[in-house]
């Protein structure tokens, strides 16, 4: 396991607040409770680089992490059930997806699904977005140790037949925060974009 030093940078609630970096960006988005936090505190081995929660919606900007003094994770506020007002939430998504728009130093986006449900329809409308506008995504299938072993072979395989026509997909990967299952992998794909 690779030990990443991480740090938070800066958090944004609007445009004109991202960071004026040149640091390429990994950007993590999901639903509210997809385990992002965990996730994000797994990747660099750090339990409290990311705030999580039991309550969906309390990552309410887009909060950016330096890794390694060389990169950035972009930690994006969670789409669907967050209990916040709707208008919050349009904003939450006008603002993800400007972000997605304008950030020229995004190399890829982790879309997070929870593994032990089929794709939601928030799931498949941003993975539909970012095949349209040729931005390169991995899907990862989060809290694999909640399912069996079967079930994640399955879960994985209806992934890969539902986005079998997509180019920019980079790859469909089980996770685990708990047992560090994908961790490794994870960790490999993000320096490859990131260094392409």
Known sequence: MIHLEADFYAGAEK??????????EIAFSGRSNVGKSSLLNSIVNRKK??????TPGKTQMIN??????????????????AAI????????VKMIFNYFEIRDQLKMVCCLVDSRHDPQKHDMALIEWLENNNKKFIVILTKCDKISKDKIK????????????????????????VFGIGRDQLQAIIKKQIND
């Open 15 to 24: 445009a004109e607040h991202f960071p004026n970096t040149q640091f390429p």
């Open 49 to 54: 680089l990311a705030y999580t929660s039991s």
């Open 64 to 81: 950016f992490f330096l890794v390694d003094k060389r990169w950035m994770f972009a930690d994006l506020p969670g789409f669907g059930y």
């Open 85 to 92: 007002s709707k208008n919050k939430r349009e904003e939450w």
């Open 154 to 177: 399955s879960r994985k395989e209806q992934l890969d037949y539902l986005l079998s026509n997509c180019k920019n997909v980079v790859e469909v990967l089980p996770y685990s925060s």
